[in-house]
């Protein structure tokens, strides 16, 4: 039988720790057995107990000590040589037959957009464990709060989409504060979830002093964006079981799990 897994992704502060704990009690409370694998070398205040932990063989510091790397160059490190050593993590997934499985990552967002290590670290891992996997992207809902951060998120989802090669769920994390504050958006929450028309925020974008000179790259993003059309959010707030419920049906419809 085939095994099931997440690869949780996104930006730093985006709250995929968080995730994989509050994700892995709910899936705990539906019958399933979880294993959370930590492959972040820089995290090193993990709020759940790690079932493998890539801190065993690498950390971001000890390659900052003896390589003298600064902190952005030890993590390609770090992930570079996760792929050297493979077998290493092999060997620790084989004894976690029947688990459903959570991946940790790092929040170095070029890992994901155009480095090629975690692709193919995933990639082999599905190949050598018959390992279904499906790569679930967080993004700060502070992101909607401001028009040139959203399209950048809205970049970096499509850039990673086709780069990790998965089935693929974007999430909007922390949508309680966006729920709050709502009054300080220029649209609803369905505009951010759904990706409406863009060209308001092109407008928006047209009022801002600061952004309203790059009027043509603005415009060429925006149309790269639409034209791919393949970005969606599901909302979450992590302490709200119906939005993790309902994200978990996505997540399992992606994965091809049939529903528990």
Request: aromatic share 8%.
């Amino acid at each position: 039988m085939p095994l099931y897994g997440q690869v949780i992704i996104g930006p730093p502060g985006c709250g995929k720790t968080t995730y994989c704990d509050e994700m892995s009690k709910y899936l705990q409370e539906l019958g399933r057995q979880v294993a959370i694998i930590n492959i972040d070398p820089a995290n090193d205040s993990l709020c759940y107990k790690a079932a493998i932990d890539i801190s065993e063989l690498i950390t971001v510091e000890d390659v900052m000590d003896y390589v003298n790397l600064g902190p952005n160059g030890a993590l390609i490190y770090c992930i570079e040589y996760l792929e050297k050593r493979l077998d290493w993590l092999l060997e620790k997934l084989r004894k976690l037959t029947g688990y459903y499985l959570f991946f940790d990552c790092p929040g170095q967002v070029e890992i994901y957009t155009h480095h090629n290590s975690m692709k193919n670290i995933m990639s082999a891992i599905k190949n050598e464990l018959d390992l279904r996997l499906c790569c679930v992207q967080l993004i700060d809902c502070h992101y909607c709060s401001d028009p040139g951060k959203y399209i950048s998120a809205l970049l970096m989802c499509t850039s990673t989409m086709y780069q990790m090669e998965l089935p693929h769920v974007n999430i909007l994390s922390k949508i309680d504060i966006a729920v709050k504050h709502k009054s300080k958006l220029l649209f609803n929450l369905d505009f951010y979830t759904d990706v409406l028309s863009l060209d308001h925020l092109l407008d928006a974008l047209q009022n801002d002093p600061h952004t309203s000179r790059y009027h043509r790259l603005n415009k060429a993003i925006v149309s790269l964006i639409e034209g791919q059309n393949i970005v969606s959010f599901l909302p979450l707030n992590v302490k709200d079981k119906r939005t993790l419920e309902l994200v978990r049906k996505n997540i399992d419809r992606a994965n091809g799990e049939s529903e528990c």
